[in-house]
């Protein structure tokens, strides 16, 4: 995704707003890219009309260009649509809490509910196992032996006896031995399948559950969302697990389960074994979406970026003439995660369009030597540029701790007067800039 965006990207880089033109190139890679990841057609449309509401409402954020402002909007989009934050298991005022598993064949539920269980013990919550799968030879077993390795209870009745009547009779076992969490695992089927539905609800409606976690196989893909629409209508979730995230998949399932039920994705499986599974949190899953790397970084840059707070101080401080070393370096700080001294220059009325780039280019170039000088003088000598003037001995002890001649300071010295003079000036709008060639 990263390589199809950049693309998509680079057309927005030159542009110095989002619009309608610009913005539609960059929707259609997202577009593709969330197919690619397997979320369902539907969900990507509302997805992509959301982000498109917001790319072109947004505002345009100084200093920060259009394709990180729109990545920003595409990841945090993403997030959201997860859910945020990630959202812990209920738990019920009285014990014990109640969990049902739902879910297909083969997607994990078996296994999730022995991690599930090895979890809350790891949080001093105990757990009890009950195995309601009759249906699949083996399955009961299966439920006994992961019991055994983590070393926690399993509740069954053999496979003759009714799964509704095992999870009933499991919650009894567990509200007298005093257990904190009863796990049900379900019987599952290949494809959704009236019988197992009814079995399911009728457990529901006898055991009253604080949660039905829908467990789904990441790979599923596009079938997740009509998986999770069944589920939900005919069961009821409060919550998935999204199990095989260990796997290639791009999570795609996880936008779907969330955007088609409005539950939280609760857990993530990423293994065969016990230990494999990690809370959700919908930030890790936006990147892994979104192809990680390069696009996080941008976004993480973008957010860096926007501390305009700082940069309407630095405005208001220009403007009253009591503009510092100190105001200087940060200044240049800015300017540096902005990108461009243009960045900061739009930032003072009347400037913006009366610098050429080739003096920006220059500009940019001579801060770096300037940042150094800067950076050998005392604290006192920041505040109080006057002090400079007058003393050709601090002049020579910051020339010699920045590797600079005194001449380039004393340059320095009198250009950052004039231009502090020249901004102020200029703050009023009352005249052009004579260039950034005058620095040192
Ligand atoms: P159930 O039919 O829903 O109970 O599914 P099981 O719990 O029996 O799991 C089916 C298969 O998927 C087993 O081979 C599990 O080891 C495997 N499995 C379950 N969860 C994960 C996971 O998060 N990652 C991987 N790689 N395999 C898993
Ligand atoms: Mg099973």
Redesign the pocket.
């Known amino acids: 995704l990263s390589e199809r965006l950049e693309g998509a990207w680079k057309k927005l880089r030159g542009q110095d707003k989002i619009s309608e033109g610009n913005v539609q190139e960059a929707l259609r890679e997202v577009r593709r890219a969330l197919l690619e990841a397997d979320v369902n057609l539907q969900v990507v449309k509302e997805f992509v009309a959301e982000v498109q509401d917001k790319a072109l409402g947004a505002e345009v954020v100084r200093g920060v260009r259009p394709d990180q402002q729109f990545i920003k909007i595409v990841h945090d989009e993403l997030v959201s649509l997860m859910g945020d934050t990630n959202e812990p298991l209920a738990q019920a005022r009285t014990a014990p809490t109640i969990v049902l ?1 739902a ?13 599930l269980a090895l979890h809350l013990r790891k949080q001093n919550r105990n757990a009890l196992l009950v195995a309601t ?1 009759v249906y ?1 030879p083996a ?1 009961i077993d ?1 439920l006994v032996t992961l019991g055994k390795q983590i070393n926690v209870p399993v509740f069954e009745l053999g496979a003759e006896a009714n799964p509704v009547e095992i999870a009933q009779q499991g919650v009894a076992k567990a509200r007298q031995d005093g257990i904190d969490t009863v796990i049900i ?1 379900t ?2 089927r290949l494809q959704i399948d009236q019988d197992m539905m009814a079995e399911l609800a009728q457990i529901k409606e006898t055991v009253n559950p604080n949660e039905v976690l829908l ?1 789904v ?2 790979m599923t893909g596009q079938e997740a969302a009509n998986l999770t629409r069944t589920f939900h209508e005919q069961i009821g979730i409060t919550g998935a697990i999204l ?5 290639d998949s791009r999570g795609g399932a996880a936008l779907s389960v969330r955007q088609i039920s409005g539950k939280p994705i609760k857990f ?5 074994k016990v230990e ?2 990690q809370p959700f949190y919908p930030e890790r899953m936006a990147s892994r979406i979104l192809g990680m790397g390069d696009v996080l970084t941008l976004v993480e840059k973008a957010q860096e970026e926007v501390d305009l707070a700082d940069a309407e101080k630095l405005q208001e401080k220009i403007l009253e003439a009591k503009f510092d070393f100190n105001d200087f370096l940060k200044q240049t700080r800015l300017m540096k995660n902005m990108g461009s001294l243009g960045g900061i220059m739009k930032l003072i009325p009347g400037m913006a369009n009366k610098i050429s780039s080739e003096q920006l280019e220059q500009g940019e170039k001579q801060l770096k030597r300037v940042e150094s000088m800067i950076n050998s003088m005392t604290l006192q000598e920041r505040k109080n540029p006057e002090l400079l003037s007058s003393s050709p001995s601090r002049r020579r002890r910051i020339a010699e701790g920045s590797g600079h001649k005194e001449k380039d300071v004393s340059k320095l010295i009198s250009d950052f007067q004039k231009m502090r003079s020249l901004m102020q000036q200029m703050g009023q709008g009352s005249m052009g800039m004579p260039g950034m060639g005058g620095f040192p």
């Open positions: 598993m879910g297909l064949q083969g997607t994990g539920k078996t296994t999730a509910s022995a991690k799968d699949r399955a299966q695992d019987a599952g467990v196989d990441a199990t095989k995230m260990d796997g993530v499986g990423v293994g065969e494999a599974l």
